[in-house]
């Protein structure tokens, strides 16, 4: 008695159970992004959303465009807006987000657009393909990059190059003023500012 | 698809082994609520002060800025290497390319000092 | 209700971990003779049987994945032990040496202290964030044990981008650390999470542009694959090819493992315990085991990428079949009829008295017992040692699984060895190493293994 060649019941391959757990996920995890008040549980729904989208693309037959999403999406552009947010949020600054002043503005707006959505869905034709797509190797996808498509990838590294001068600019700006303040010293992280007489304020939870 | 079915059940069986392990270990182990000084963060012995959750410096993020350029560089090298034996001296050259302009960027955060950790 | 608790709370642990075992064990024998008297039993096994041989690849890999899961808890005890005793060595100590032969028990039963420490949860974490950190952490170590080849045919899943998916996954334990950091409403911690990502983001750029010139020369990412390219004697192995690449990558995974010398994570000089400082219990445990599994698993791809994973260094078979000692494996043990049931009965018994004899004749203080018990610890050895070599001839897999833990272990050792050896470097030094020398250095070995490799094809 082996494994049933589709779902009981239901008649779907077994595939599609992954699609609609990546899918689902995808929606709930994407939703939590931007209803959670907590910025930095925003960041970590977010990487979440990433891995469920990495998983709808190993489903489209392109586990290379998958790796690339773990690799880049997970592992250093989520990261990245993690510093970011770790590094200039403050208790006094904004804990609200933009949308939570603005939540029936943002409702009409969701809904407008959810009504163009689905019109637009509903009225689409959806030519599908008659054969299941056979993962394309990753060698052609190489081969392409490398012999067609040459000029497109090193306009994709002038880019990268624009990003990091770019940062490099902005937070060398942001810099300067310290390093005429402590001018040759060793690098070692500074002293901590002197307690207050008596630790006494109260734990903030 | 198999492979995605046998990378989801084995992070399930490596969640579920975490947890039982956990789970074990609420079981063997006592708990004691204890008085506030057990439940502050541990600062050396004093009670803590200032905001936790505050700014700090610029270094961290453009490490991180540096290293999302040069993983989206690492993804194509990758497949650079994989064909190598295809494209060879064209492909050389175009790699070289790619790379040098990247380098530029490592260049110009090296002269800024950047990369010097303060 | 107190009546049953009191004696509870009076059990020493090992009292409370034996106890219920010891129930378990009774309820589970009872349960067996009763289904094996009703017949129930022997119509399960029949059932299961037939099951089992229908859905084989569900079943082999539920089995891989538990054996994978279940080997990472002796691998951190062994990696443990490992550290403790040489470090002691090192240091010119005795190390462990109270419980076990050697003292080589003492990382267990440091296991199963964790497993029995208060879990303590400080006020003002996030404990959700704060719960699931050490998971992440140790999920994305073992996660990466599925692409990798033990032996020919132990591999979990053979993938065509083995290596992108191992450091993809392997990449998300910085969201781990961050985690760890944040959620623990600490500074130090923060501290800790901020600089551990720091360092482990910096160094995967040499750790993955290290292998590119292993990936060139094999033309595939599988890890399987270029296992199998390095078939051979050990001169086929890329470290021959690639020892600027394997400096560069073996630097790199120390920087990724946070192992000593750039262990600033934990530096508890400088910033207590890193993410880890409000940890305690076993979601502390998950750390470092995480941390003593990613050891094996860097050694493990060092292993695989550079140093021939489960080849043998050198091919003995033709030697052997040249000296005619080929080997016939065909044992039929159904053959011997009844005669296999002596063996089984009296083959021990026999053994052991065989065994005990010279003991207790040589040496006239030891009573009876003593040296029947050695006889038999002997006689056990024996057997393991037959059983082993006539699986190492039967079976390629266990001679590879040999070779590579093998070569695996030299490379933990090295890892351990480092610890005991080198100061810790400081930050700005740790840094600056990992962008102005080894991301210009991995660039440098890849152009420069580019244009060997067109220099050998064009004399070809």
């Given at each position: 008695?082996?494994?049933?060649?589709?779902?009981?019941?239901?008649?779907?391959?077994?595939?599609?159970?992954?699609?609609?757990?990546f899918?689902?996920?995808?929606?709930?995890t994407?939703?939590?992004?931007?209803?959670?008040?907590?910025?930095?549980?925003?960041?970590?729904?977010?990487?979440?959303?990433?891995?469920?989208?990495?998983?709808?693309?190993?489903?489209?037959?392109?586990?290379?465009?998958?790796?690339?999403?773990?690799?880049?999406?997970?592992?250093?552009?989520?990261?990245?807006?993690?510093?970011?947010?770790?590094?200039?949020?403050?208790?006094?600054?904004?804990?609200?987000?933009?949308?939570?002043?603005?939540?029936?503005?943002?409702a009409?707006?969701?809904?407008?657009?959810?009504?163009?959505?689905?019109?637009?869905?509903?009225?689409?034709?959806?030519?599908?393909?008659?054969t299941?797509?056979?993962?394309?190797?990753?060698?052609?996808?190489?081969?392409?990059?490398?012999?067609?498509?040459?000029?497109?990838?090193?306009?994709?590294?002038?880019?990268?190059?624009?990003?990091?001068i770019?940062?490099?600019?902005?937070?060398?700006?942001?810099?300067?003023?310290?390093?005429?303040?402590?001018?040759a010293?060793?690098?070692?992280?500074?002293?901590?500012?002197?307690?207050?007489?008596?630790?006494?304020?109260?734990?903030?939870? | 698809?198999?492979?995605?079915?046998?990378?989801?059940?084995?992070?399930?069986?490596?969640?579920?082994?975490?947890?039982?392990?956990?789970?074990?270990?609420?079981?063997?182990?006592?708990?004691?609520?204890?008085d506030?000084?057990?439940?502050?963060?541990?600062?050396?012995?004093?009670?803590?002060?200032?905001?936790?959750?505050?700014?700090?410096?610029?270094?961290?993020?453009?490490?991180a800025l540096?290293?999302?350029?040069?993983?989206?560089?690492?993804?194509?090298?990758?497949?650079?290497?994989?064909?190598?034996?295809?494209?060879?001296?064209?492909?050389?050259?175009?790699?070289?390319?790619?790379?040098?302009?990247?380098?530029?960027?490592?260049?110009?955060?090296?002269?800024?000092?950047?990369?010097?950790?303060? | 209700?107190?009546?049953?608790t009191?004696?509870?709370?009076?059990?020493?642990?090992?009292?409370?971990?034996?106890?219920?075992?010891?129930?378990?064990?009774?309820?589970?024998?009872?349960?067996?003779?009763?289904?094996?008297?009703?017949?129930?039993?022997?119509?399960?096994v029949l059932?299961?049987?037939?099951?089992v041989?229908?859905n084989?690849?569900?079943?082999?890999?539920?089995?891989?994945?538990?054996?994978?899961?279940?080997?990472?808890?002796?691998?951190?005890?062994?990696?443990?032990?490992?550290?403790?005793?040489?470090i002691?060595?090192?240091?010119?100590?005795?190390?462990?040496?109270?419980?076990?032969?050697?003292?080589?028990?003492?990382?267990?039963?440091?296991?199963?202290?964790?497993?029995?420490?208060?879990?303590?949860?400080?006020?003002?974490?996030?404990?959700?964030?704060?719960?699931?950190?050490?998971?992440?952490?140790?999920?994305?170590?073992?996660?990466?044990?599925?692409?990798?080849?033990?032996?020919?045919?132990?591999?979990?899943?053979?993938?065509?981008?083995?290596?992108?998916?191992?450091?993809?996954?392997?990449?998300?334990?910085?969201?781990?650390?961050?985690?760890?950091?944040?959620?623990?409403f600490?500074?130090?911690?923060?501290?800790?999470?901020?600089?551990?990502?720091?360092?482990?983001?910096?160094?995967?750029?040499?750790?993955?542009?290290?292998?590119?010139?292993?990936?060139?020369?094999?033309?595939?990412?599988?890890?399987?694959?270029?296992?199998?390219?390095?078939?051979?004697?050990?001169l086929d192995w890329?470290?021959?090819?690639?020892?600027?690449g394997?400096?560069?990558?073996?630097?790199?995974?120390?920087?990724?493992?946070?192992?000593?010398p750039?262990?600033?994570?934990?530096?508890?000089?400088?910033i207590?315990?890193?993410?880890?400082?409000?940890?305690?219990?076993?979601?502390?445990?998950?750390?470092?085991?995480?941390?003593?599994?990613?050891?094996?698993?860097?050694?493990?791809?060092?292993?695989?990428?550079?140093?021939?994973?489960?080849?043998?260094?050198?091919?003995?078979?033709p030697?052997?079949?040249?000296?005619?000692?080929?080997?016939?494996?065909?044992?039929?043990?159904?053959?011997?009829?009844?005669?296999?049931?002596?063996?089984i009965?009296?083959?021990?018994?026999?053994?052991?008295l065989?065994?005990?004899?010279?003991?207790?004749?040589?040496?006239?203080?030891?009573?009876?017992?003593?040296?029947l018990?050695?006889?038999?610890?002997?006689?056990n050895?024996?057997?393991?040692?037959?059983?082993?070599?006539?699986?190492?001839?039967?079976?390629?897999?266990?001679?590879?699984l040999?070779?590579?833990?093998?070569?695996?272990?030299?490379?933990?050792?090295?890892f351990v060895?480092?610890?005991?050896?080198?100061?810790?470097?400081?930050?700005?030094?740790?840094m600056?190493?990992?962008?102005?020398?080894?991301?210009?250095?991995?660039l440098?070995?890849l152009?420069?293994?580019?244009?060997?490799?067109?220099?050998?094809d064009?004399?070809r």
């Open positions: 008695m082996s494994l049933p060649e589709t779902v009981p019941f239901l008649g779907w391959a077994w595939d599609d159970l992954l699609f609609l757990f899918a689902g996920a995808l929606l709930g994407g939703l939590m992004v931007v209803i959670g008040r907590n910025i930095i549980r925003s960041g970590l729904w977010m990487i979440c959303c990433f891995g469920a989208l990495a998983g709808l693309y190993v489903l489209l037959g392109a586990p290379l465009i998958a790796a690339a999403q773990v690799l880049i999406y997970i592992g250093a552009i989520s990261v990245l807006v993690l510093f970011a947010v770790m590094l200039t949020q403050s208790k006094s600054g904004p804990v609200g987000l933009v949308f939570h002043h603005q939540a029936w503005a943002g009409l707006a969701a809904l407008g657009i959810g009504i163009l959505v689905a019109v637009v869905v509903a009225g689409t034709a959806w030519p599908l393909a008659e299941a797509r056979t993962p394309s190797p990753t060698e052609e996808l190489a081969l392409l990059l490398f012999r067609d498509y040459v000029l497109p990838l090193e306009v994709v590294s002038v880019l990268l190059l624009a990003a990091v770019g940062g490099v600019f902005l937070a060398k700006r942001e810099r300067e003023p310290e390093e005429t303040i402590v001018p010293e060793p690098a070692r992280e500074r002293m901590p500012a002197p307690a207050p007489a008596v630790g006494t304020r109260e734990l903030t939870p | 698809m198999t492979g995605l079915w046998y990378i989801l059940g084995f992070a399930f069986a490596g969640i579920s082994f975490v947890f039982l392990t956990i789970g074990v270990s609420w079981l063997l182990s006592h708990r004691h609520k204890g506030r000084h057990k439940g502050l963060p541990y600062e050396s012995g004093i009670d803590t002060y200032g905001d936790t959750w505050g700014r700090f410096g610029l270094s961290f993020y453009i490490y540096l290293f999302v350029a040069f993983d989206i560089e690492v993804i194509f090298i990758y497949l650079w290497a994989l064909v190598f034996r295809d494209v060879l001296v064209g492909g050389l050259v175009s790699m070289a390319i790619f790379v040098g302009i990247l380098l530029l960027g490592l260049g110009y955060a090296w002269r800024k000092g950047v990369l010097t950790w303060r | 209700m107190s009546a049953l009191r004696p509870w709370g009076h059990l020493t642990l090992a009292g409370k971990i034996i106890l219920p075992l010891v129930g378990l064990v009774i309820a589970l024998t009872l349960l067996l003779l009763l289904g094996v008297a009703t017949g129930v039993i022997p119509a399960l059932f299961g049987g037939s099951l041989g229908a084989l690849p569900i079943v082999r890999f539920i089995v891989a994945a538990s054996a994978i899961l279940l080997m990472t808890v002796p691998t951190a005890f062994v990696i443990i032990y490992m550290e403790m005793k040489f002691a060595f090192i240091n010119m100590r005795l190390g462990p040496n109270r419980i076990g032969p050697w003292g080589t028990l003492q990382s267990t039963i440091h296991g199963f202290k964790v497993l029995a420490k208060e879990d303590f949860t400080p006020t003002g974490v996030d404990v959700p964030v704060f719960t699931l950190a050490p998971v992440v952490v140790y999920l994305s170590a073992v996660m990466t044990l599925l692409v990798l080849p033990f032996a020919p045919g132990l591999v979990g899943v053979d993938m065509n981008i083995g290596l992108l998916y191992f450091f993809g996954i392997g990449g998300l334990n910085v969201v781990g650390l961050l985690m760890a950091g944040w959620s623990s600490n500074k130090y911690s923060l501290i800790g999470g901020l600089r551990a990502a720091a360092q482990v983001i910096s160094y995967e750029l040499p750790l993955t542009l290290g292998v590119v010139g292993v990936i060139m020369l094999a033309g595939t990412m599988s890890l399987n694959q270029i296992v199998l390219l390095q078939a051979g004697s050990f890329f470290v021959f090819q690639q020892p600027l394997f400096l560069i990558f073996f630097i790199a995974a120390v920087a990724e493992g946070n192992r000593a750039f262990d600033l994570t934990e530096a508890d000089s400088e207590v315990a890193g993410f880890a400082t409000e940890y305690s219990g076993m979601r502390f445990g998950f750390f470092f085991f995480a941390e003593y599994v990613a050891v094996f698993i860097l050694s493990g791809l060092i292993t695989v990428l550079f140093f021939g994973g489960w080849n043998a260094p050198l091919d003995l078979n030697l052997l079949n040249w000296a005619g000692l080929s080997v016939n494996t065909g044992l039929d043990f159904g053959r011997l009829g009844v005669g296999l049931l002596f063996l009965a009296l083959g021990p018994v026999v053994g052991t065989l065994l005990a004899l010279p003991f207790w004749m040589l040496r006239s203080d030891w009573s009876v017992l003593k040296s018990v050695i006889g038999f610890l002997l006689f050895l024996l057997i393991m040692g037959a059983v082993g070599l006539y699986l190492a001839i039967s079976f390629e897999a266990v001679v590879g040999f070779w590579f833990i093998a070569k695996t272990y030299v490379f933990v050792f090295v060895w480092m610890r005991g050896t080198l100061p810790r470097v400081r930050i700005d030094q740790l600056g190493f990992a962008w102005k020398w080894l991301l210009p250095a991995a440098l070995n152009f420069v293994t580019a244009l060997a490799v067109i220099t050998v064009a004399i």
